[in-house]
């Protein structure tokens, strides 16, 4: 019996492979070239080095590429597509130059929007274990597609000689100075995974800038007609007033082990991008949250100060997303005498590097507006007259009408409208029927969410929470999915979650936000409108990195501003009617007892459209538990003949008590009666006296 466990425990590892999805990827690495073992297909002068990788990608034998920047010769780029010849997987090797070699892999998923998946850099590895998240023995391709896999995974290193893989949740890039987490290696490469998408503005993004100088040599692409250095500020950059040149670089001078400095010019602008922090802000009731984003690691602190005095105050350690709370009355954030309740207040986010005040230092100006109610439009019947003497009205000068309005239109309208199916809007449904719950603005610039939806029973006063504070849908049998545009969102829902026919009010508040509007937690439920909705989409440039971004304003001031408003909406008076009841066939059959004092031949047959009323008995505790908690009127009537039999005992048991206390009374004030005895002497004694 051992044998033959032996045998298909042998035989169960000649399997067949599993078949792994192939999608075609590049691994960049900055100068290296390829060895004797390559031929040559094709030479091609591009613009960029997503061109270049575009190339290699529609031929097919195409293994290798190298993309050398000749910016400073007419301003054009050279693309070798190569045919590796050697059984080797790594036909390259190190030299000098300024050449970028990139790589055809096959990895499990594609980069979207990127022109490489990874950038390699040889003999890395980290310094500290903690920041590993998964540890593996694959192959190299393997190891990357486990990262792509990995949201949080931002490198991940391979030990060529021991197959070990380790995913790392921070980057040459991620971090400020990597010589505090990597050291040099001889058998580790790390592979800095290009695939994360990060959706960044400008406001937060600060450039270290040197005038005079620049690396036209190194750049990635070449962007011609550039009015101004702003303009040019996407990434690392150096821009060249004289020709109106932007040269864009994925990499920056300190990752190349270059300065700006080697080519000193004086129409030369160099600026290295040294983070952006993402903030939004998000207004409750009773507090404020603000949420922060960062494309390189945070360590540092989030506070508000009164008069110098440290109200609040949140420390953080290694983190890219953080967010913290803060108490309007707690932490100082003084509301202002208005209308509508707004609270101000400043928020100091400090870089914990160092105690001086650096360009990484930010501070906020939070508002938060939070209106009561939607405003609304007056409008007004505007006529001339011709008045002559004695008030005598003649002639009516003018018959436009003319529609005037209290609101601004600069101010955004945001309406609730509950529709069927059919999109129009409703007034009566059935419970479980299906439709949309439509929440549209006019006169807004900037994006918004929903949250805090809630269905309010007119009669019974019960809330249904459908979306809770931070927009995510609580009650997915009732959402069924969201679509989205820059006028209106719009949910699908069932109309459930009452049993029995009512009157419903749905109630939403609406906020302003400018980044990451729609919440994480929603992205599956989401599908596409024919509407396209260019706030929540990310930038997209044909740049080969995940750290580009678009310069709105020149500098990058200290002071940020962040305004929240938040809108309370309300639908119509919407009637949900008890679903129609089923239609189905049943088969009755007369009994054949002998006892039965019906007989159904005498009194003729059924016909379509008899009403047969059929009584089931129903049991005592099944009744009362129906009544209890199922019929609201029958609950009602059982207790108040509850406190009507009370009252009767408590009157019953009044009268009693006054009666006893009669009779207790009535003997304790009757006379008393005086008890004579008469005594009677005996005949003998009478008749001796």
Known sequence: MKHILLIFSVTSLFVLPTVISCEVNFIIENFRSINSSGSLILKKSVDSLSQCTRYCSSIENCTHFTFSNAAEKNGVSNCHLIHSTSPSNSPIETTSGTSTVGTKTCLESKCPKRSF??????????????????TFSVSVEECLSKCQKDSTCRAALHNHDTSLCQLSRISLNSVYNPRLYFKPSYSIDLYENNCIDYTMTTSGCTFMRVNGGGLKSVSDQLVQSVGSVEECEQISYTYDNSTLECHLMWSSARMLGRSPLESMKPNLFHGDLDDCVNFSLKCRENNLEIKASSLRMFIGKMMTKKSKKIMCEENYQGEFDFSSRFDFKKCGLDPSKSK????????????????????????????????????????SLSVQMNVRENNKTSQVMSDDVVMTSTVS???????????????????????GDFGWIMLAVKNSAEDFTVTNLVARDVITGRVLKIIDEDGCVLRRDIVKEIRKTDNYVKLKISFSGFRRQTEVVYHAMVETCTVGCMPKCNLDMMLPEEETNVHSLPLSLDLPRH??????????????????????????????????????????????????????????????????????????????????????????????GAIQMFLMFSCILIIYCYYQQWRFYRELNRPQEHNVQYYQKPPEVVAQT
């Open 409 to 431: 239109p600069t101010n955004p309208k945001f309406s609730l409208k509950v529709l069927g199916l059919d999109s129009n809007e409703a007034d009566t449904v059935h419970i």
């Open 117 to 134: 998946a990874f950038e390699k850099f040889s003999g890395k590895s980290l310094l500290n274990a903690s920041f590993i998240i998964k």
């Open 547 to 640: 750290r580009m971004v678009r310069r709105s304003l020149a500098g990058e001031p200290r002071q940020l501003q962040l305004t929240s408003d938040v809108y309370k909406v309300t639908g119509h008076k919407l009637t949900l009617l008890n679903p129609p009841p089923p239609q189905k066939a049943f088969d009755f059959k007369p009994p054949t007892s002998s006892s039965s004092t019906y007989d159904f031949n005498d009194a003729g047959e059924f016909h379509e459209g008899d009403v047969i009323v059929v009584k089931h008995s129903v049991g005592l505790m099944s009744a009362a538990k129906t009544c209890l908690m199922d019929d609201v009127t029958c609950m009602l009537t059982v207790i108040l």
């Open 340 to 379: 509508d309740s707004t609270y101000r207040g400043m928020v100091h986010v400090k870089e914990g590097s160092t105690s001086l005040v650096t360009i990484r230092d930010k501070v906020l100006q939070v508002n938060c507006r939070l209106h009561k109610s939607m405003p609304t439009e007056e409008q």
